[in-house]
T-cell receptor
Framework: AQSVAQPEDQVNVAEGNPLTVKCTYS??????LFWYVQYPNRGLQFLLK??????LVKGSYGFEAEFNKSQTSFHLKKPSALVSDSALYFC????????????FGAGTRLFVKA | DAGVIQSPRHEVTEMGQEVTLRCKPI?????LFWYRQTMMRGLELLIY????????DSGMPEDRFSAKMPNASFSTLKIQPSEPRDSAVYFC???????????FGQGTRLTVV
């Protein structure tokens, strides 16, 4: 069965500092991995994905994520946080066989302090 | 494209009433998903369609919930009868293929009193 874990309910970081939002997953076969962001009273917005290829994936708004197969992790990163990055971030995983159902993590709330 | 369009944005209804949520996916997207988001349970997949055919409805909580996709440009999620515990934000999402990211609508905030 597929699962995804975001171990931190909340991450606090000062503006200008690097940020990391953690995600680990479990899936049969090779995973499709995604990050989404949700701003208040809005739907989720797609940030980036890993399907295959380079382990470092670049996405929207300066975010990137690193796929680590041995650690089954897909942590979201940004070199320099902005106050406007404050939002709820969801990691998601999908197997690449049979159905393509996406499972979302519980979400991590990011607070960037000025 | 205007993105995934959901209606209504907000719905307040009395317990026992029928509720119908509507979704227009992005044109050309083969997959459509219905999710429910609550503080307690996070984001739950209720059902998804591929080419208008329901593929997996294992997330539908009870027989009170039903979803249809009569054509590629429209889907409904119906709750009959509604209960207070159905109060949540319901999201519709679509995507063009299995390897793509999904595009979410702005959600319908349902309150059952």
């Amino acid at each position: 069965a597929q699962s995804v874990a975001q171990p931190e309910d909340q991450v606090n970081v000062a503006e200008g500092n690097p940020l990391t939002v953690k995600c680990t997953y479990s899936v049969s076969g090779n995973p499709y991995l995604f990050w989404y962001v949700q701003y208040p009273n809005r739907g989720l917005q797609f940030l980036l994905k890993y399907i295959t290829g380079d382990n470092l994936v670049k996405g929207s708004y300066g975010f990137e994520a690193e796929f680590n197969k041995s650690q089954t992790s897909f942590h979201l990163k940004k070199p320099s946080a902005l106050v406007s990055d404050s939002a709820l971030y969801f990691c998601a995983v999908r197997g690449n066989t049979g159905g393509f159902k996406t499972i979302f993590g519980a979400g991590t709330r990011l607070f960037v302090k000025a | 494209d205007a993105g995934v369009i959901q209606s209504p944005r907000h719905e307040v209804t009395e317990m026992g009433q029928e509720v119908t949520l509507r979704c227009k996916p992005i044109s050309g997207h083969d997959y459509l998903f219905w999710y429910r988001q609550t503080m307690m349970r996070g984001l739950e997949l209720l059902i998804y369609f591929n080419n208008n055919v329901p593929i997996d409805d294992s997330g539908m909580p009870e027989d009170r919930f039903s979803a249809k996709m009569p054509n590629a440009s429209f889907s409904t999620l119906k709750i009959q009868p509604s209960e207070p515990r159905d109060s949540a934000v319901y999201f519709c999402a679509s995507r063009p293929g299995p390897g793509a990211g999904a595009f979410f609508g702005q959600g319908t905030r349902l309150t059952v009193v």
